[in-house]
């Protein structure tokens, strides 16, 4: 937002000073408990943009839809012995920009983690990959539409301690310039059936083999007022299923 030309450099840090009051989640005294700390990553970038967007609003770019999650299972007793437990870490979604539309289902700003294909997920580990796609309508709208997140699920084929570690359930990430917020994402133990529940989006439970999971990240947020997003572009995104028709 500065300079696209600018070189990178760790020269930076001669002129820029990071000033952290200690005891706070960016400054935790020990012994104090820390996990997940690309989360909060993410939630200090959104910060910046938000902060710089209002200097620069020709460049600004809305707020993402977070780092996605976690998702960890120590599988338990079962005709299968993985080698070890199931970790897999999942992107989200870019807000729009100034100049175009966020990216849709991909890892966002320091994440270089790809979600795992489902063939080394369903051969490496007992359990199965029900659904993988995107969430229609999951980005903010907007002149310039947030990025669409994805959602996963997964069934259990014998039983296992769920870990997840998610963001942005509780509060969305917001539009820019009049834009409208992301999809809030969600975690549902055994969607569709008589016990679902929805979680916490950290969460951790125990699951028994048949039971079914789904993780859904959160969408980019919109820039602009979505009265001024081109027609065209509007029937591309009901063609492409980005969106639906109402």
């Not at 296992?160 to 133990?189: C, E, N, Q, T, Y």
Request: hydrophobic share 30%; net charge neutral; glycine share 14%.
């Amino acid at each position: 937002m500065i300079n696209p030309d600018l070189r990178y450099s760790d020269a930076i840090r001669d002129t820029v000073t990071i000033k952290l009051k200690e005891g706070t989640v960016l400054s935790p005294i020990p012994p104090a408990p820390c996990s997940s700390y690309m989360k909060t990553c993410m939630t200090v970038i959104d910060m910046l943009l938000e902060a710089f967007g209002a200097f620069s609003t020709d460049r600004a770019a809305a707020y993402s839809g977070g780092s996605g999650g976690g998702l960890t299972i120590d599988w338990g007793a079962g005709p299968r012995k993985p080698r070890g437990n199931q970790y897999e870490i999942y992107g989200s979604a870019y807000g729009g920009s100034a100049s175009q539309d966020g990216a849709s289902g991909t890892t966002v700003h320091l994440s270089n983690i790809y979600v795992t294909p489902i063939e080394i997920v369903e051969t490496e580990f007992p359990c199965r990959v029900t659904k993988f796609e995107m969430i229609p309508g999951s980005g903010g709208d907007g002149k310039y539409r947030g990025g669409l997140a994805l959602r996963r699920e997964y069934e259990m084929l014998q039983p296992g301690l769920v870990i997840f570690r998610g963001d942005r359930a509780v509060r969305p990430p917001r539009g820019v310039a009049g834009g409208k917020p992301g999809r809030p994402s969600r975690f549902v133990v055994n969607p569709g059936k008589a016990n679902e529940k929805e979680m916490p989006i950290t969460t951790s439970v125990n699951l028994e083999t048949g039971d079914t999971l789904v993780m859904e990240a959160a969408g980019g947020g919109g820039y602009g007022d979505p009265a001024e997003r081109d027609p065209d572009k509007r029937a591309e995104d009901i063609r492409q299923g980005y969106v639906t028709a109402d």
